[in-house]
């Protein structure tokens, strides 16, 4: 974890778009190496933009679940969208949508 963590930390220096792509190519690497773990997951992944998230969870889960995600969540994957579509343009759906990635979203995976 020291090693992630000092690996992070070096980022700072580079451009956001090479700071994305070692992202990317680290979340990959971290979750390869946790999902060897039999009982312990970690898993992590970054976006780019807030619209990513939405799609993430309704291509992650199967279409058939999405009555089970909408209960999980407490709103209907319509209002998700559009959440992830305003989070940065409104700070009380930022502060909202930021609680719902902390307690609800990680029931659902």
Known sequence: ???????????WK???QIIFE?????TEDFNLMWDTYPYKKLFIR???KPD?????????MDCEFEEVIEEEIS???NH???MCSNVLKE???NKLFINILNTKIPIVF
């Open 80 to 82: 998700l969208e559009f």
């Open 75 to 77: 709103m209907s994957l």
């Open 14 to 16: 580079y451009d956001e």
């Open 46 to 48: 970054v976006f780019d």
């Open 1 to 11: 974890m020291e090693r992630a963590h000092d690996f992070l930390n070096s980022l």
């Open 91 to 93: 700070p009380l759906l």
């Open 52 to 60: 990513a998230i939405s799609d993430f969870i309704k291509i992650s």
């Open 22 to 26: 070692k992202l990317e190519k680290f």
